[in-house]
């Protein structure tokens, strides 16, 4: 057992609850792939057509404009070509899953509210007990919208927006329409297309000029139903000179059939403005997740992912940074886990557009079990921009002979004033480290386990201390038994 | 035993795809022609436009060689330019086929120098047999457009390749450099250096692939791709990859692009250089890692060749 590592025992002890042990060795299908009866008050017929969107639309008693923006998307769904790279999406069946379940009647602000199963869904999850602990605001969706919102009264006072994107368009229409779209336009990919078509729940965040979230938001999006698909959109805003860490984690029980996770997430960062926006997807291993993720950060602005990519069949995701303004900033740390039965297919795109701006992307994958981690990246400089910086620095690790790795950058520059590095290595664990190790009294299974959270300890310390114990228990959960 | 270098005529009426090689250089077994002599072979472009032209370096087991190819346009023959009408191009399509057998060594160094009016397009395929080695030098400076692909086959245990490529390119050239290192055997090594200097408009594009099948436990294989930008308006593209099938390996790549570092440019003309000076010595150190492993005789000139077309002058030299 890895969970008695004598190494392991000063960090848990600084994290402050005893329970962060507990639940070391249990698995997946226990801790999150438990699934509760459907009590959904309405969901659309298998099969995605003009008729879903238009019942979808109606259920949400949405303005005229939201549903032409749908009928427009769902054309170019059905136009758009699946993409001719990547993982391997020829098992998915639009056809076969089921496009909107609504869990409730409305959304509510108390957890006591909520009908018995999701509320017990969440309570099992441990959302409610870390809103009290560590949030300053969560969202909680369950298949279709979202169950749940709230955010701190002192925030709320301050003019902090923290609501579903559904309530977004009905009470703050002005803001909504500048933005909804134009960051990750309908026709910027198939499952864009899919998302703006059939959007339902996500996070609208707006933070007024000068605010500072000091805590974080977390949206927590859960999937129930089989063969489903959940396609939230997220909508987040800094104003000028303020700050936010958005937080998303999302499960799903684990099913024989396949389930689709399409989400589309808008970021603007407005001058000066920081975004911090960390992902742990832990999804079940039935999962597509093919997520297009964007942000925009204008003058001396600074965007941040944090991306850590565990669970899931398929994901495909490359969360984007657009520069737009002088003296902006983008830095991506990514990290994926592909173990048996998994293709990780992740990356970061970022797109200089103006002078003095600088990025950096961090990837590490690791891939055992015949799993296939790809990092798959775009940087580019247009001509004319000086002063620009950018750095790429991927690292794999590949734990067995019958797993698999690949990296595929693309550096486009086009301007003199530029400097652009890129740097990837792929080994295994090295025989020098593990003897090392071993040397000191380690077995060989604690000495690798202690090598990988040692490769991925700079993307932890990135994470929220709750969020960092979580991923080290599942890495420490997918590499049990890994070595001998 | 000594190497033999054949030519034939080529074949009219032959398929333009099936290769005829024009030329073939054999060595046979254990035969070595190391000590210094250089094997010269030129490729000129026929005036038959789109008609392949393939050459063959075959090397038998233990055998030894150096050999220096160079791709020129056609000899200019009265009344007639080169290649084309005005305006227009006309394609050079060559192959080149490379087989080393066991223990074989082969110091290949390639020399492309094409007028705008050559479109080229290269396909060289290489296969390394156990222990082999390819030291491979590659300098390009073709000024129309060019896709070049290299496909290098590692089949045998412990083979080897070591591949430097220089690159300038100006005025509105654009080149596509493909180069793949597909390891199968196992323990066998690669390391590939692509340099380039861009100016005016430029456009070059480099896709380097390191793939390890699961076959080719304990492989080491390196990348490196440095583009030197000498003005707005060129454009670099460089995909380095890596496609790894088994977890006893050390590959990497690293990749860089970016204009002469402003310190370097600083120092040199606070020495008295003036900036433009300043600027074609940097290309010149740049370039020079792969220009000098060029053979004695033929490096001066190479170099003069070099810098002439990328040195910084007053006023422009596109038309």
Same mark, same amino acid.
């Given at each position: ?72 998307a769902?054309?170019l769904f059905?136009?758009l070509?699946?993409p ?54 969560? %969202?909680?969706?369950?298949?279709? /919208? ?35 779209g134009t960051i990750i336009p309908p026709d910027d990919n198939k499952f864009a297309a899919l998302n703006s ?13 000068? !605010? ?52 589309v997430?808008e ?24 997520v297009t993720k964007r ?23 490359y969360?984007a940074?657009f ?17 048996? %039965? ?7 795109k ?10 950096? !992307? ?21 001509? %004319? ?6 750095? !790429? ?37 090295? /025989? ?53 | ?19 005829? &090689? ?43 060689? $150096? ?24 394609? &050079? ?26 479109? $080229? ?60 290192? $597909? ?87 606070? $020495? ?34 070099? &810098? ?12």
């Amino acid at each position: 057992m890895v969970s008695g590592a004598w190494w392991a025992e000063p960090r848990r002890r600084c994290m402050s609850a005893d329970t962060l042990v507990r639940d070391i060795g249990t698995a997946y299908g226990e801790r999150f792939g438990f699934s509760m009866p459907d009590r959904s008050v309405l969901r659309t017929e298998k099969g995605l057509t003009e008729a879903t969107v238009r019942e979808i639309s109606e259920a949400k008693q949405e303005p005229e404009w939201m549903l032409r923006f749908r009928l427009r998307a769902l054309d170019l769904f059905n136009l758009l070509p699946m993409p001719s790279w990547g993982a391997d999406l020829s098992e998915l069946r639009f056809d076969e899953m089921t496009y909107y379940a609504k869990p409730t009647e409305g959304s509510s602000q108390n957890w006591d509210e909520l009908p018995e199963e999701i509320k017990d869904t969440y309570e099992r999850l441990g959302i409610p007990e870390a809103e009290r602990k560590f949030l300053a605001g969560v %969202g909680a969706q369950y298949d279709s /919208e979202m169950v749940y919102h709230h955010i701190r009264e002192d925030l709320e006072k301050k003019g902090v927006l923290f609501s579903d994107v559904e309530t977004a368009v009905r009470e703050h229409p002005e803001i909504v329409k500048r933005f909804f779209g134009t960051i990750i336009p309908p026709d910027d990919n198939k499952f864009a297309a899919l998302n703006s078509a059939v959007w339902s729940g996500g996070s609208f965040v707006y933070v007024p000029p000068g !605010v500072h979230v000091e805590i974080p938001l977390q949206a927590y999006f859960r999937v129930n139903s089989q063969s489903f698909g959940q396609f939230e959109r997220t909508l987040i805003i800094a104003d000028e000179g303020s700050f936010v860490h958005y937080i998303e984690g999302c499960t799903a029980p684990v099913f024989s059939k396949d389930s689709l996770h399409s989400a589309v997430v808008e970021i603007v960062a407005l001058a000066n403005a920081r975004i911090r926006y960390s992902t742990v997807q832990n999804w079940s291993s039935n999962m597509y997740n093919l997520v297009t993720k964007r942000a925009f950060a204008y003058e001396n602005a600074v965007m941040e992912w944090v991306d850590g990519n565990i669970g899931s069949k398929v994901t495909m995701k490359y969360p984007a940074i657009f520069l737009m303004g002088p003296g902006a900033r983008g830095e991506v740390l990514s990290i994926a886990f592909a173990g048996k %039965g998994q293709e990780q297919d992740t990356g970061a795109k970022v797109l200089h557009f103006a002078s003095n701006t600088s990025s950096v !992307v961090t990837s590490k994958s690791i891939s055992k079990d015949g799993g296939t981690a790809s990092y798959r990246g775009l940087v580019k400089v247009e001509a %004319g921009l000086t002063g620009i910086k950018s750095k !790429v620095e991927c690292d794999a690790l590949i734990l067995d002979p019958h797993s698999k790795s690949n990296t595929y950058p693309v550096m486009d520059i086009r301007s003199e004033n530029a400097s652009m590095e890129h740097e990837a290595r792929v080994s295994k664990i090295s /025989e020098e480290q593990l003897f090392y190790l071993m040397s000191r009294g380690l077995t060989e299974e604690e000495a690798a386990v202690m090598i990988v959270h040692g490769f991925i300890d700079p993307l932890v310390k990135e994470l929220p201390m709750e969020y960092a114990v979580e991923l080290n228990r599942l890495i420490e959960l997918e590499m049990e038994g890994s070595v001998g | 035993m000594t190497a033999t270098l054949t030519k034939a005529t080529p074949q009219r009426g032959s398929l333009a795809e099936a290769p005829e &090689f024009l030329w073939t250089f054999k060595a046979p077994s254990g035969s070595n022609r190391d000590e210094g002599e250089l094997t010269h072979i030129t490729i000129p472009f026929r005036g038959d436009s789109g008609r392949l032209q393939g050459g063959a370096i075959h090397l038998e087991d233990h055998a030894r060689a $150096r050999v220096f190819l160079q791709y020129k346009p056609q000899d200019p023959s009265p009344g007639r330019s080169y290649g084309a009408m005005d305006g227009e191009t006309e394609l &050079f399509r060559t192959s080149l086929e490379i087989h080393l057998g066991p223990y074989a060594q082969l110091e290949l160094f390639v020399l492309s120098s094409l007028p705008a009016t050559l479109t $080229r397009e290269a396909l060289d395929h290489c296969t390394l047999e156990e222990g082999s080695r390819l030291i491979w030098t590659d300098v390009g400076f073709d000024a129309g457009k060019g896709t070049y692909e290299r496909n290098i086959m590692f089949t045998g245990k412990e083979s080897e390749l070591d591949f430097a490529g220089a690159y300038g390119a100006v005025c509105d050239t654009e080149g596509t450099y493909i180069l793949t290192t $597909r390891h199968r055997g196992p323990r066998t090594k690669s390391r590939v250096y692509l340099k380039s200097a861009l100016k005016d408009s430029a456009h070059l594009i480099f896709k380097g692939l390191i793939h390890i099948e699961e076959s080719a436990a304990g492989s080491d294989a390196y990348l490196s791709n440095r583009n030197l930008v000498l003005n707005d308006g060129v454009r670099a593209e460089s995909l380095p990859q890596l496609k790894i099938e088994t977890d006893d390996v050390v590959c990497s790549h690293g990749s860089t692009t970016g204009g002469p570092r402003e310190e370097e440019l600083f120092y040199l003309t606070s $020495r008295g250089l003036h900036t433009d000076s300043a600027k074609s010595l940097l290309v010149e150190a740049h370039l020079s890692a792969v220009l000098d492993r060029l053979p004695e005789e033929s490096r001066e000139e190479v170099e003069r060749r070099a &810098f002439d077309l990328l040195g910084i002058h007053e006023g422009g030299a596109c038309s």
